[in-house]
């Protein structure tokens, strides 16, 4: 994961997403999850690279904790927001 947000919980795009996805491609993980707004950026990854990992895009960061952990965001069930 790579990404900042804001304090209503929107993520907020990032730089460098070539870089953090061939090191992540470079060490063994599997699955990266970007803010969706740099979806643009994977072009610039190479196909081989892109073809060998799942790319989870974000738009808020509830989906990041759903897509982060393995039984989703238990919290969410619980929440009174």
Not at 19 to 30: E, M, N, S, T, V
Not at 53 to 58: D, T
């Amino acid at each position: 994961m790579t990404g900042e947000m804001t304090l209503r919980g929107l993520v907020l795009p990032v730089g460098g997403i070539k870089d953090k996805i061939l090191a992540a491609h470079r060490y063994g993980i599997k699955r990266v999850i970007l803010p969706e707004r740099n979806l643009k950026d994977l072009a610039e990854v190479p196909a081989a690279v892109l073809g060998s990992l799942e790319i989870l895009l974000a738009k808020r960061m509830e989906d990041v904790l759903e897509q982060a952990f393995e039984d989703g965001w238990l919290w969410k069930q619980h929440s009174k927001l």
